[in-house]
């Protein structure tokens, strides 16, 4: 298997050569980068490129590694044992898959995605490192092994929110993926927007960094903001003249509610504008 890019997601060639790397050495690609970047969109469309069904495992700050792999319901077990179910007789019944088990037991190959593994507690990374790595695990209450039939592939993001555990790190090959410079940004709208006209995207691209370049922004807007931003220009007709200035400062742009989130880079732009107006 070869990922090559497909033509809905603009791959950089060093991203497609880790992708590539991954498959080789049959170990899980753990990608970081901003988030916006398109992490998990990577892995949707590696898998649809590569023709794998996707299981998606979308971690939480209280998921545990157990959930991945399986959880025994006690509570309906109990509850059927007094209502007189014979099913109670079967331990089995009351084993709830994991996302893991899912992967492991598919009858042909597929991809696997660990989403936001950094929102997890710090214990989690480590918990699944035998799994990841042997590709097996032990159901206790059927005493059972649960083996891969055949080797996901798996993918792991993380937007960088805590350390991960050197052990687990050992065992991935790791893609940080950089912010898009901006002949790849334009690669990118291009896919979402054929027809732009290039004076309109040239303006809108050079407000976008103009933006991103501010310092001091609490949250940087992303690749999917500006995606966001571009759909509300077209919709709303706004006319090329508003995104240009005549003298190359930094403006506000109209509708910037779609890339700054939050009232402090919103009032740390305002700031910078009103010191440059009056500065002229």
């Given at each position: 298997?070869?990922?090559?890019?497909?033509?809905?997601?603009v791959a950089t060639p060093d991203l497609m050569l880790a992708v590539n790397a991954a498959i080789t050495l049959q170990r899980p690609l753990l990608v970081k980068g901003e988030p916006g970047t398109g992490k998990t969109l990577l892995a949707e469309?590696?898998?649809?490129?590569?023709?794998?069904?996707?299981?998606?495992?979308?971690?939480?700050?209280?998921?545990?590694?157990?959930?991945?792999?399986?959880?025994?319901?006690?509570?309906?077990?109990?509850?059927?044992?007094?209502?007189?179910?014979?099913?109670?007789?079967?331990?089995?019944?009351?084993?709830?898959?994991?996302?893991?088990?899912?992967?492991?037991?598919?009858?042909?190959?597929?991809?696997?995605?660990?989403?936001?593994?950094?929102?997890?507690?710090?214990?989690?990374?480590?918990?699944?490192?035998?799994?990841?790595?042997?590709?097996?695990?032990?159901?206790?209450?059927?005493?059972?092994?649960?083996?891969?039939?055949?080797?996901?592939?798996?993918?792991?993001?993380?937007?960088?929110?805590?350390?991960?555990?050197?052990?687990?790190?050992?065992?991935?090959?790791?893609?940080?993926?950089?912010?898009?410079?901006?002949?790849?940004?334009?690669?990118?709208?291009?896919?979402?927007?054929?027809?732009?006209?290039?004076?309109?995207?040239?303006?809108?691209?050079?407000?976008?960094?103009?933006?991103?370049?501010l310092p001091g922004l609490k949250k940087k807007p992303s690749t999917s903001e500006l995606i966001d931003w571009l759909k509300l220009l077209l919709a709303e007709d706004i006319p090329l003249e508003a995104l240009q200035t005549q003298d190359e400062?930094?403006?506000?742009?109209?509708?910037?509610?779609?890339?700054?989130?939050?009232?402090?880079?919103?009032?740390?732009?305002?700031?910078?504008?009103?010191?440059?107006?009056?500065?002229?």
């Amino acid at each position: 298997m070869k990922f090559k890019g497909s033509q809905d997601y603009v791959a950089t060639p060093d991203l497609m050569l880790a992708v590539n790397a991954a498959i080789t050495l049959q170990r899980p690609l753990l990608v970081k980068g901003e988030p916006g970047t398109g992490k998990t969109l990577l892995a949707e469309e590696v898998a649809k490129s590569l023709g794998l069904p996707l299981l998606q495992w979308h971690v939480k700050s209280t998921t545990k590694a157990q959930q991945g792999l399986y959880e025994y319901d006690a509570v309906s077990r109990l509850r059927d044992s007094q209502l007189g179910d014979d099913k109670v007789r079967d331990i089995s019944n009351y084993i709830v898959k994991g996302t893991l088990w899912q992967a492991f037991t598919a009858e042909s190959p597929v991809a696997l995605l660990i989403d936001e593994i950094d929102k997890a507690d710090i214990e989690f990374p480590n918990d699944l490192l035998r799994e990841l790595d042997r590709m097996e695990f032990y159901v206790y209450e059927t005493r059972e092994w649960v083996r891969a039939k055949h080797r996901p592939l798996v993918f792991i993001t993380s937007n960088n929110e805590k350390e991960l555990p050197d052990a687990f790190l050992r065992r991935c090959f790791f893609h940080y993926i950089k912010f898009p410079e901006a002949d790849t940004m334009q690669a990118i709208v291009d896919v979402h927007f054929p027809d732009l006209k290039k004076d309109l995207l040239a303006a809108a691209l050079k407000t976008f960094y103009d933006v991103r370049k501010l310092p001091g922004l609490k949250k940087k807007p992303s690749t999917s903001e500006l995606i966001d931003w571009l759909k509300l220009l077209l919709a709303e007709d706004i006319p090329l003249e508003a995104l240009q200035t005549q003298d190359e400062k930094v403006a506000i742009p109209p509708l910037v509610g779609a890339l700054l989130k939050n009232e402090q880079d919103l009032s740390l732009f305002e700031k910078l504008v009103y010191m440059q107006s009056r500065n002229r």
